[in-house]
């Protein structure tokens, strides 16, 4: 019989990678309390609408790569839904949706979890992966925008990634853009006929997304087209202008970056993407992000601005593989109960369960195999300490093993709880285990 394996482009985090991904939520979920950013979940899946709306028609996401769930019975059904391909989208319909419009503002939200696109899977692009998410609704910056911005490099420091470029634009808003996307019309006319197909009918109904293009035919055309910059209105220029004196004021460095217009319709004035120095490829980027001001409205809020970035944590493990940081260890427990006697998993799991009821890390071996056997299979697993249930038992007492100082000594049951505290505390200040006699 077959055996099955996980879909194409999705891969199961066994606990070695599972552990880094919980060490990078850790650090996201402490970089978000001390920001002010709180916790918000959003189904995995939404009314296909969302996206079509939010993220726009015409873009990658929804054109090739939104993940289509047909699990309703009618044919009206079969359509309606879709797994998120991005987060931005579901929680703006729950920001409207719960009224959080009333709250006071900005509103500050987090999400981290699976998001999905239906690519062709390569390296570095799976169909489900991970996002870190931080969204802001209700101010228009240009200060929180630079915050934001900030608050993605400590991610990435504190990660332990040791160099990250951010690549800066800003696209304007539905004053100035119109005025550079008839100038990109222009500028891409003459060419049509040299245009893969799908370029060419983007040409019509959004020239914006021929700079996004990843066909390389369009890499040489990309880089002579006319620059956003040049076309920005004063309150774009000065927002853009502020953002930058802002982020100056922090010290975080920048690429100015004309062509980064991100692959997402939502976007307004500022958009940021993270790189690792030296790597171009788009399935390098690390994250991306931007303001998104029209994006309430069209998912039918009151019109209200908002910024935000989604990082992508399966990159930032694979570029922290790349630089040759350490994967931590994964975790393990403390403490070990065997015994003497195969057959008594009573008193081992009696005892295993009153050292973990006072908090302690502690399983039993429940196994009924001989006591050699036991203490093996717990120095194996990194255990630092045996408990060993044998005959002092009689006299109220077990064995404590330092499993990695290979001394033991008596302790009474009674006091063992206190003993076991004291030593982990002791291993955890990095004072070593109980000492024996
Ligand atoms: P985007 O909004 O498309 O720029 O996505 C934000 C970040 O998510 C990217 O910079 C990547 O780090 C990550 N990402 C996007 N798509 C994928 C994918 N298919 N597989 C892995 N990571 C991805």
């Given at each position: 019989?077959s055996?099955?394996?996980?879909p194409r482009?999705?891969?199961?985090?066994l606990?070695?990678?599972?552990?880094?991904?919980?060490?990078?939520?850790?650090?996201a979920r402490s970089?978000?309390?001390?920001?002010?950013?709180?916790p918000?979940e959003?189904?995995?899946?939404?009314q296909a609408?969302?996206?079509e709306?939010?993220?726009?028609?015409v873009?990658?996401v929804?054109e090739?790569e939104?993940?289509?769930?047909?699990a309703?019975?009618g044919e009206a059904?079969?359509?309606?839904?879709?797994?998120?391909?991005?987060?931005?989208a579901?929680m703006?319909?729950a920001?409207?949706?719960?009224?959080m419009q009333?709250?006071?503002?900005?509103?500050k939200?987090?999400?981290?979890?699976?998001?999905f696109?239906?690519d062709?899977p390569?390296?570095g692009?799976?169909r489900?992966?991970?996002?870190?998410?931080?969204?802001a609704?209700?101010?228009?910056?240009?200060?929180?925008d630079a915050e934001?911005?900030?608050?993605?490099?400590?991610f990435?420091?504190?990660?332990?990634l040791?160099a990250?470029?951010?690549?800066l634009n800003?696209i304007?808003?539905?004053?100035?853009?119109?005025?550079?996307?008839e100038?990109l019309?222009?500028?891409?006319?003459p060419?049509?006929?040299a245009l893969?197909?799908?370029?060419?009918?983007?040409l019509?109904?959004s020239?914006l997304?021929?700079?996004?293009?990843?066909?390389?035919?369009m890499?040489?055309?990309?880089?002579?087209?006319?620059s956003i910059?040049?076309?920005?209105?004063d309150?774009?220029?000065?927002h853009?202008?502020?953002v930058?004196a802002?982020?100056?004021a922090?010290?975080v460095?920048?690429?100015?970056?004309?062509?980064?217009?991100?692959?997402l319709?939502?976007?307004?004035?500022?958009?940021?993407?993270?790189?690792?120095?030296?790597?171009?490829?788009?399935q390098?980027?690390?994250g991306?992000?931007?303001?998104?001001d029209g994006?309430?409205?069209l998912l039918?809020g009151r019109?209200?601005?908002?910024i935000?970035?989604?990082?992508?944590l399966?990159r930032?493990?694979?570029?922290?593989?790349?630089?040759?940081?350490?994967?931590?260890?994964?975790?393990?427990?403390s403490s070990?109960?065997?015994g003497?006697?195969?057959?008594?998993?009573?008193?081992?799991?009696?005892?295993?369960?009153?050292?973990?009821?006072?908090?302690?890390?502690?399983?039993?071996?429940?196994g009924?195999?001989k006591?050699?056997?036991?203490l093996?299979?717990?120095a194996?697993?990194?255990a630092?300490?045996?408990v060993?249930?044998?005959?002092?038992?009689?006299?109220?007492q077990?064995?404590?093993?330092d499993?990695?100082a290979?001394?033991q000594?008596p302790?009474?049951?009674?006091?063992?709880?206190?003993?076991?505290a004291?030593?982990e505390?002791?291993?955890?200040?990095?004072a070593?285990g109980?000492g024996?006699?």
């Amino acid at each position: 019989m077959s055996r099955p394996q996980a879909p194409r482009g999705t891969r199961d985090l066994l606990p070695a990678e599972r552990t880094v991904f919980l060490r990078l939520e850790g650090i996201a979920r402490s970089l978000t309390d001390r920001y002010g950013y709180q916790p918000i979940e959003t189904p995995l899946f939404e009314q296909a609408e969302v996206f079509e709306r939010g993220v726009g028609a015409v873009t990658d996401v929804v054109e090739k790569e939104l993940f289509r769930v047909s699990a309703g019975r009618g044919e009206a059904e079969r359509e309606r839904w879709a797994l998120r391909p991005e987060p931005t989208a579901g929680m703006v319909r729950a920001y409207v949706q719960h009224g959080m419009q009333t709250l006071p503002q900005p509103v500050k939200l987090t999400l981290i979890g699976p998001m999905f696109r239906y690519d062709r899977p390569q390296a570095g692009r799976y169909r489900q992966f991970w996002q870190f998410d931080v969204e802001a609704f209700g101010d228009a910056g240009p200060a929180i925008d630079a915050e934001i911005i900030e608050l993605a490099m400590r991610f990435y420091a504190e990660a332990g990634l040791p160099a990250v470029e951010l690549r800066l634009n800003s696209i304007g808003d539905p004053a100035c853009r119109p005025g550079y996307i008839e100038a990109l019309r222009s500028y891409f006319a003459p060419h049509t006929e040299a245009l893969p197909e799908l370029e060419r009918a983007r040409l019509v109904t959004s020239p914006l997304r021929l700079l996004d293009s990843k066909e390389p035919a369009m890499a040489a055309l990309i880089a002579a087209a006319p620059s956003i910059t040049d076309h920005l209105c004063d309150a774009c220029a000065e927002h853009f202008a502020g953002v930058r004196a802002h982020l100056d004021a922090m010290s975080v460095t920048y690429r100015l970056e004309p062509r980064l217009v991100r692959g997402l319709d939502y976007y307004t004035r500022t958009t940021f993407e993270f790189f690792p120095v030296g790597h171009d490829g788009q399935q390098d980027a690390l994250g991306g992000g931007g303001r998104y001001d029209g994006l309430i409205e069209l998912l039918g809020g009151r019109p209200t601005p908002g910024i935000g970035f989604g990082l992508g944590l399966d990159r930032v493990i694979l570029a922290l593989a790349a630089a040759g940081v350490a994967a931590p260890d994964v975790a393990h427990v403390s403490s070990v109960v065997v015994g003497a006697d195969p057959a008594d998993t009573l008193t081992r799991l009696r005892i295993a369960t009153e050292l973990r009821a006072a908090g302690l890390s502690a399983r039993a071996d429940l196994g009924r195999r001989k006591l050699g056997k036991q203490l093996e299979s717990a120095a194996r697993e990194g255990a630092h300490f045996a408990v060993i249930c044998g005959d002092e038992l009689e006299a109220g007492q077990v064995l404590l093993r330092d499993l990695q100082a290979g001394t033991q000594r008596p302790v009474t049951v009674t006091e063992l709880t206190r003993e076991l505290a004291r030593s982990e505390a002791q291993h955890r200040h990095g004072a070593g285990g109980p000492g024996g006699r």
